[in-house]
């Protein structure tokens, strides 16, 4: 049952050869055997997941049910959930149960029926590539337990790789989705932004975060992106768009599809056994009847600096509300009310998160608004127009999601700017909001290694078209880690 697909877990559930319960209790059992080693899960109430999983079946045995419905899920903990504990990695949120359901939870568990099992490990606040942020410990990638799952949702992707869950919930502020997906060997993508709504996802950076699917196969990311996206009131910056059936146009063929290829994507600075890898891919392509182009983002690399420059000062905002009064950590010894702020934020705050408020109050003060946040700003504009001039020329553009495969735990800590490196070609798509996904196409010195696709707005139809006629022809994503049965 591990191995299935989400469609035959549903024709399993449908044919009563299992139950929501017996099902759930598989995916529990394993986490209780193998999450210890590789800690993709913060919390996990087996009492919870049974109770819904019974509810499930009772949906079921009434007709009821959706196409989803009874299916387990693994949950980011970066959404609230009513009555679990919600913590986003971090020591601040160490005792936070939340009082509500993201909207996102709600419509997974209660409108389409899935089953949570747990809240997943994450960088702290989703801040870091590698999930060694997280005030729970690192993610071991259930690929080489020595290396990084990559960040920040790297625990969802750990229990999807593992085998821990079906699919997952992620969010991606410059790479978060699909930047785990490529180190873990899944299909993770990000929407366009305003397509999933952001209430009750804990924000990180407003402008840039984005919840979606991760899931082994592309056709499991569109029916669980189904059930995801639709325009919801409670988010000023939710989109209202008529409903999308993801899953509709899976089969269709790519003949004289455009493949965008930006030559920035494909100069120096990539591991070239992950480029042989693409490149390969390519040449898949060609033989589905794609026909490739060269574009250029001449902007691309700009994309980082602009980024760590809009994405603290949007975080040292965000974040200003964890001050010990309200909810969350608060310093046990404290002489006066700046006292306990100041010894509640150092206490309860990791080095990494501290580091972004402090750049981001930097750059939002008097006298250097202007020389960074807003020129930072215009760069995005830039960054934008790049892509809108590409589409001009192509469907969809592809090319290396990491620039490397998965690096050893602890190899980049000491190095921030190496670190945001990792997310060198993920990062552009969220500074334009645009959708993006990452698909597995090949193996470097035994580890996974992603392929990014991105779409024009609102294509994620044409991204999960591409990316399963891909699977079709391709075995890549059905590989699973050994020594994890």
Request: charged share 20%; hydrophobic share 40%.
């Amino acid at each position: 049952m591990i191995e299935k697909s989400l469609k035959e877990l549903a024709q399993a559930l449908a044919g009563k050869r299992i139950s929501s319960l017996e099902l759930t209790d598989l995916y529990l059992e394993r986490i209780a055997r193998l999450n210890p080693d590789i800690n993709a899960f913060i919390t996990v109430d087996p009492e919870k997941s049974r109770a819904a999983a019974r509810a499930a079946d009772a949906r079921l045995a009434a007709g009821q049910g959706g196409p989803l419905t009874g299916i387990p899920v693994a949950q980011k903990d970066i959404f609230c959930a009513e009555g679990w504990l919600t913590t986003c990695g971090s020591k601040m949120l160490g005792n936070f149960v939340s009082p509500y359901d993201a909207t996102v939870i709600r419509k997974l568990e209660q409108e389409a029926g899935l089953v949570s099992l747990g809240k997943t490990n994450m960088d702290e606040f989703a801040m870091g590539s590698s999930n060694e942020t997280s005030y729970f410990g690192p993610v071991k990638n259930p690929w080489d337990r020595s290396r990084v799952p990559g960040g920040s949702s790297g625990g969802s992707a750990a229990a999807v790789a593992a085998r821990l869950a079906p699919v997952a919930t992620g969010t991606d502020t410059g790479g978060s989705i699909r930047q785990p997906a490529a180190l873990c060997n899944l299909t993770g993508l990000k929407p366009t932004y305003g397509v999933v709504s952001r209430y009750g996802m804990i924000a990180f950076a407003s402008s840039l975060d984005q919840g979606g699917p991760m899931a082994r196969s592309a056709e499991d990311c569109a029916l669980l992106l189904n059930a995801m996206a639709g325009f919801d009131a409670q988010d000023s910056t939710s989109l209202d768009r008529p409903a999308e059936d993801y899953a509709a146009d899976l089969e269709k063929p790519l003949d004289g599809l455009r493949l965008g290829l930006p030559k920035e994507f494909f100069g120096e600075g990539c591991d070239p056994a992950v480029m042989a890898a693409v490149r390969a891919a390519i040449a898949e392509y060609e033989k589905l009847g794609a026909k490739t182009v060269e574009v250029s983002l001449p902007n691309s690399h700009l994309s980082v600096p602009a980024y760590y420059v809009i994405a603290p000062a949007e975080a040292s905002s965000n974040l200003s509300r964890f001050d010990g009064v309200r909810y969350g950590y608060r310093a046990p010894d404290y002489g006066s009310l700046d006292d306990m702020y100041c010894k509640t934020r150092a206490q309860g705050f990791g080095a990494e998160v501290k580091r972004r408020i402090l750049i981001g109050a930097y750059v939002l003060s008097h006298g250097y608004y202007d020389a960074y946040y807003l020129q930072a700003q215009r760069i995005r504009r830039l960054i934008a127009d790049d892509f809108a001039a590409a589409f001009k020329h192509c469907d969809v553009i592809l090319g290396p999601t990491s620039p490397s495969p998965a690096f050893k735990l602890g190899e980049r800590a000491a190095d921030p700017v190496q670190m945001y490196l990792s997310d060198i070609y993920t990062i552009a798509v969220n500074l334009a909001g645009l959708p993006g996904m990452s698909i597995p196409c090949g193996f470097a010195a035994g580890l996974p290694v992603g392929l990014q696709l991105i779409g024009d707005y609102f294509a994620e139809g044409r991204l999960l078209n591409v990316a399963h006629r891909y699977q079709q022809a391709t075995e890549w994503h059905r590989r699973a880690p050994e020594g994890l049965a």
